[in-house]
């Protein structure tokens, strides 16, 4: 090691701005992944559940005789059968109750009614359909304005009357909480006397997560130790374990709760679902391990919608285009249970961060929570809690706002950004930005696509379409997003009691190498890569040696997960602490070796060297092994450190993004040209990892803007229950993205990073559908609802005239 | 429950029997009854193509056989393409090029790869994005994915020249 250059033994740590291929990528490569249905263990059952065809009926009977009757099946369990354990209802995320099993009644499509378990999956499919259902058709309420109705029925029976609910009073049966912020009284009082108001109702419609992988878990109790261990797909395995606890009655000391490898989350596998209850419960029944999958049916259809926000929003301006105010008022369509995924004192989550990137002096938000007969979730799909539907709002707002005063979108949001010089900014409506550099990012986001010369080539466009030399229309999407991530400081981040600070504990081996723990789980995002990297820069050992573990609650330490770009920001911060424990004690060690004080001796890259004399020096594995060997005065032996971090403030992550597609007016379709994104995610620990979270948060936001959703009938049927009617780019769709960036860290975080995953569907889901309103702007389009397919972009063509 | 049948199928080189309801979905029998967990499972409806796999020497997803239609069938699953003293390149350019993140999508990705190479061993960008638009990737937007292809087919070619 002393022959190599300061720069060889940077490179060899493989620390943090190094592009480390991935050490997840063996195993997935060759078909050596461990998912959750991989998992066989000895004896297993399989579990299916009776669905409801409708999506609001009493449930009069069960009858399980026909189905106890087929050999293979062992039970079949109801609502009836978990009462007497408490466990036919389970509590939410956000403070409701939500049916495990149909407790007289269901209230969507597909809601749970019976737990069929069997020796196999095809025995339990069968016998799903013997089971013999008899229903009460109720009105379907699918409109969560209607359901405000005096005379709407009432959907939820169990609470009706009780008008005092999980976040404040409840106005209506059917209403579930109002979440107001900001100043009512000002802004509209700012917004009655404003020279330029802008107004429109913003749909951000129903979708789904849809990881390709679904959900599912296996239960197994062992009845001789007391002990259950429950395998599944969770992106917050302890707060699972405590919940699971909670809810059974089982000491949290006697129940283990793994996520093994997952199959992408994006927010679909925060819940806790009737699927994990009802196998825990079957295996305690059953005394034998029992699985359950769901299909993709299922999945689609029950577990974890997101967005479906209707947002009413004014905007206000001077005439010269400074925004003076900003008002919204949500009405947010819940489903049949509140199981939404928010902080507790978050209804609404951080919709409150929509007035995005802009300093506007005075703002007030509303949002009011609404039962439907539709799938209980909310969650956030691919985003910080309500981010994408808060950037989406404000992003759209903006465009609307530049049509009313005749101005460049660019140079409306160029002319309101928080300035470099204002952070860290307080907003209007209670957050404190962190740190930002709008006009940089957006400068350079201009010129990298040549702005000037693509407005250009689009009035050229537009003209030979008004000549009628050609059929087509030219859209630039503009959007300039900020997220919030990092959730959150304890003070005033919880889920169900629970603060959302996060976790990483080390141990350095005696031979110098390490394994690290931490409280959060990877669904895709490469942790095991990307922490080690972290650990690498702090300790001085390289990233190669060190073992990353997580998902396991019997061995990592407590966190609360990863989703809403947490990871990074909260474990992250964690993993860079820990190791700085690391650094103290060794330094103390080196000093002992060096016999020199501990203030003579500094850390480099790999080692501790004796200031001023760097021939002097002890390496990190030189240190590792008299942890282990010397009897040191004054220190325990052993080389480990955990920290629990709750972080300071959230961190505020930014882009600028910019496509341009082409419009079809007689075909409705949109051909993507180009998309550059930039992105501003602080501190970057790997460009590769980074890219990669661009790429598919962009194919996400393609999806959600141009044409995935969930969408029901009136008698409340899912439309879209299978990948044939739900959109999934293929390779074939999807077009190439560019990606750039800036870097301006994170004050408050140890290394300065925000956390980048959700950034591309936050800012991407406003991009796209920003260029399809932009191709319409000459001929008066203000707004039309996402998702953009081919028969809205026509219809939208054909309202505004343009098909003669 | 229908009456098991004797099937008998050659899969990564090996013959194998087992005892399978004609019914099953082929997946199913690779999984559950041989313990080849490398396909999985995203849809059941051949839309995603995570459980694709090699069905006498063409790409085919193995949700939507059944077990009495892969009689005397030749397979080849992800872990019938390399092993870890020898990889397939396609393996190594996945890893090499990002081509995957949580990894679900990989084994049928890389399968399908596979014999798009065989069917054709020069494709165009245009090409490979055509001919793995069975498969669906949720994490990667497919960018990585197609250059991961490009590279091990450059690889395939010039390994394949040096040998001639």
């Not at chain 1, 263990?41 to 579990?47: D, T």
């Not at chain 1, 009977?61 to 079949?76: Q, W």
């Not at chain 1, 229903?135 to 029976?157: H, Q, S």
């Not at chain 2, 990585?144 to 292809?149: A, C, G, H, P, W």
Request: net charge negative.
């Amino acid at each position: 090691m002393n022959d190599m250059t300061p720069e060889d033994r940077k490179s060899a740590l493989k620390g943090m701005g190094t592009s480390r291929k991935r050490v997840e990528d063996a195993r997935f490569t060759q078909g050596k992944g461990n998912y959750v249905d991989d998992i066989k263990l000895p004896g297993m059952l399989f579990g299916d559940f009776v669905r409801s065809p409708y999506a609001h009926a009493r449930v009069t009977s069960v009858r399980k005789d026909t189905a106890m009757a087929l050999p293979g099946v062992i039970a079949v369990l109801t609502a009836e059968d978990l009462a007497p354990l408490g466990l036919h209802w389970m509590p939410t995320l956000a403070g409701d109750k939500q049916m495990v099993l149909a407790d007289g009644k269901v209230l969507y499509q597909g809601q749970e009614v019976a737990f069929v378990v069997a020796e196999n999956r095809y025995i339990a499919a069968d016998a799903v359909e013997l089971v013999e259902v008899e229903y009460e058709e109720l009105p379907v309420v699918t409109n969560p304005f209607k359901a405000m109705d005096a005379d709407a029925p009432t959907l939820r029976e169990d609470i009706a009357g009780k008008m005092d609910g999980a976040h404040g009073p409840r106005k209506h049966n059917n209403h579930i909480f109002t979440w107001e912020q900001g100043d009512k009284e000002a802004t509209e009082s700012v917004l009655s006397g404003a020279d330029v108001v802008a107004e429109e109702m913003i749909y951000y419609h129903r979708t789904h997560p849809c990881p390709l992988e679904t959900c599912g878990s296996v239960a197994s109790m062992d009845k001789v130790n007391g002990k259950l261990t429950l395998y599944g797909t969770f992106q917050a395995p302890h707060a699972v374990r405590t919940v699971a606890s909670l809810i059974s009655g089982i000491a949290e000391h006697n129940i283990r709760v793994i996520s093994p490898d997952i199959g992408g989350g994006f927010g679909n596998k925060v819940g806790v679902y009737p699927g994990y209850v009802c196998s825990i419960v079957a295996s305690i029944v059953t005394g034998k391990p029992v699985k359950w999958v769901e299909d993709r049916m299922d999945n689609l259809m029950t577990t974890a919608f997101a967005r479906d926000y209707h947002m009413h929003g004014k905007i206000s301006a001077t005439t010269d285009g400074k925004i003076t105010g900003l008002w919204c008022h949500t009405t947010a369509d819940h489903g049949g249970f509140d199981a939404c995924a928010d902080p507790t004192k978050f209804p609404a989550g951080f919709m409150n961060i929509c007035t995005g990137s802009y300093d506007i002096p005075v703002a007030y938000l509303a949002v009011d929570g609404v039962y439907t007969n539709k799938a209980p979730g909310g969650v956030a799909y691919r985003c910080s809690f309500r981010v994408t539907e808060a950037s989406y709002f404000i992003e759209r707002m903006m465009d609307i706002l530049a049509i009313k005063l005749d101005m460049d979108p660019v140079e409306l949001r160029m002319k309101n950004f928080v300035r470099k010089d204002q952070f860290p900014y307080q907003s209007a409506l209670g957050w404190e930005y962190d740190s930002g550099d709008y006009h940089t990012a957006m400068d350079k986001a201009l010129k990298a696509v040549g702005y000037d010369n693509l407005r250009k080539e689009q009035a050229e466009k537009l003209a030979a379409f008004k000549a009628g030399e050609s059929r087509s229309l030219m859209g630039i999407g503009t959007a300039f997003f900020t997220e919030i991530v990092g959730a959150g400081p304890v003070k005033n981040c919880d889920i169900l009691g629970l603060g959302m600070f996060d976790s990483c504990e080390i141990r350095i081996h005696p031979t110098g190498s390490a394994i690290a723990r931490l409280g959060t789980i990877s669904q895709g995002q490469g942790h095991a890569t990307t922490f080690a990297q972290i650990l690498a820069s702090e300790i001085g050992i390289p990233a190669d040696d060190i073992t990353l573990e997580e998902g396991d609650t019997d061995t990592a330490p407590y966190g609360l997960g990863t989703y809403g770009s947490r990871s990074t920001p909260v474990a992250g911060a964690a993993t860079a602490m820990a190791g700085r424990k690391i650094r103290a004690k060794a330094q103390m060690i080196a000093a002992y070796l060096l016999e020199v004080h501990d203030d003579d001796v500094e850390f480099d890259i790999d080692r501790f060297v004796v200031k001023g004399a760097p021939e002097r020096f002890k390496t990190m594995k030189e240190i590792a092994f008299a942890a282990y060997n010397q009897a040191i005065p004054g220190i325990e032996p052993g080389l480990e450190a955990v920290s629990y971090y709750d972080p300071p403030n959230m961190t505020y992550p930014f882009g600028a993004y910019i496509c341009v597609m082409d419009v079809d007016v007689d075909t409705g379709v949109a051909d993507i040209r180009s998309v550059y994104a930039l992105d501003d995610c602080g501190t970057r620990i790997n460009p590769m990892i980074i890219e990669g979270q661009v790429h598919g948060g962009l194919t996400e936001a393609l999806a959600i803007a141009m044409g995935q959703e969930i969408a029901y009938d009136e008698m409340g049927n899912v439309k879209t229950g299978t990948l044939m009617d739900f959109f999934i780019p293929t390779a074939w769709e999807t077009p190439n993205y560019i990606t750039d960036h800036t870097t301006t860290p994170s004050p408050h975080h140890p290394i300065g990073a925000k956390g980048v995953g959700e950034s591309p569907n936050v800012g991407g889901v406003s991009m796209f559908s920003n260029a399809v309103h932009d191709a319409f702007r000459p001929f008066g389009l203000t707004q039309s609802h996402m998702p953009h397919d081919h028969w809205r972009i026509w219809k939208t063509a054909n309202q505004l005239g343009l098909h003669g | 429950m229908s009456k098991k049948m004797h099937l008998e199928m050659t899969v990564n080189g090996q013959k194998v029997e087992t005892l399978a309801e004609p019914r099953e979905l082929l997946i199913h029998v690779l999984r559950e009854r041989l313990g080849i967990t490398g396909p999985h499972i995203g849809c059941e409806t051949s839309h995603c193509g995570a459980c694709t796999v090699d069905f006498n020497g063409k790409s085919v997803k193995s949700c939507n056989v059944f077990a009495a239609q892969a009689q005397g069938a030749e397979v080849t699953t992800i872990e019938g393409l390399g092993d870890p003293d020898n990889l397939h390149p396609l393996q190594t350019a996945f890893k090499e090029h990002h081509g995957l993140q949580c990894g679900y999508c990989t084994p049928g990705m890389i399968t399908r790869a596979h014999r798009l190479l065989q069917e054709n061993p020069t494709p165009t960008e245009e090409e490979i994005r055509f001919g793995m638009a069975g498969n669906l990737c949720r994490c990667t937007g497919y960018q990585n994915i197609v250059k991961s292809i490009q590279a091990a087919a450059s690889e395939m070619n010039a390994a394949k020249e040096a040998a001639e």
